[in-house]
């Protein structure tokens, strides 16, 4: 599986584990929702900078969103 398309997965999974919204979750990211929305769905490629303040704001290690 693309990397692009397990990171979107896992922070879509863990994000509705929490009950969160993606804007929710881009608020606690400091991100745009939609930012959040294109990670997602694959169609981002985010840095690592933005993954670090993803997996915060879910309060999850940077290592969760890349697990497979």
């Known amino acids: ?7 979107g997965l896992n922070i879509k ?7 969160i919204s993606q804007e929710e979750l881009a ?3 400091g991100v745009h929702r939609t ?14 900078t933005v ?3 993803i997996a915060a704001g879910l309060g ?3 290592v969760e969103l890349v697990a497979g």
Do not use: C, F, W
């Not at 599986?1 to 990171?7: A, G, L, N, S, Y």
């Not at 999974?13 to 009950?19: I, K, N, P, S, V």
């Open 1 to 7: 599986m693309d990397i692009r398309r397990r990171v």
């Open 13 to 19: 999974r863990l994000r509705e584990l929490q009950g």
């Open 27 to 29: 608020d606690r990211a």
């Open 35 to 48: 930012y959040v929305s294109g990670v997602e769905r694959a169609v981002r490629n985010p840095t690592i």
């Open 51 to 53: 993954l670090a303040k």
């Open 60 to 62: 999850v290690q940077l």
